[in-house]
């Protein structure tokens, strides 16, 4: 069976991630604004909907914006998230493929997932080392090593 060849690649703020975050907030704030100018009277649901929104949208920004920036190692057996010093093994999970950039949630051994937009601007030489190593079945994890073992 083929493996795919070992790959590194930056993962962390991705134009595309920014790009969909603002386009999100503005179709949030067509709504507010179709909203008020629908109603009859203008009330605390108004200002608490448009609060909601002016926080949320700020919080989904400052987070796109404070991504942190690591790589994403693949050596052949094992993906690896590199962060500074840091390392982890992690299990990856294509959520969303658009070509040029995907969603990836990482699922190390202990903790929570990790959510990364890996974009093909980024390294444009290793996009498609890393989308063969994403979808080549060795990449995906042994379901014998998955699976519990019956007391005995």
Known sequence: MYNAPAVTYPVGRSHFQLVLTLAVGLAGAVAQAAWWWLSAQHGAGHALGWALWLIFCGWAVWR????????L???????????????ALVTTQVILDVQHSLLLCLLPQTGSAVWVWPAQLAQPERWLALRRALFA??????PSRLTVSPEV
Not at 74 to 87: F, I, K
Request: proline share 10%; glycine share 6%; hydrophobic share 30%.
């Open 64 to 71: 796109v914006i404070h991504t942190p920036q690591a790589q």
């Open 137 to 142: 079945p060795a990449s995906r994890p042994d």
């Open 73 to 87: 190692v693949w050596d052949g057996q094992d993906w690896t998230l590199q962060a500074g010093t840091r390392s």
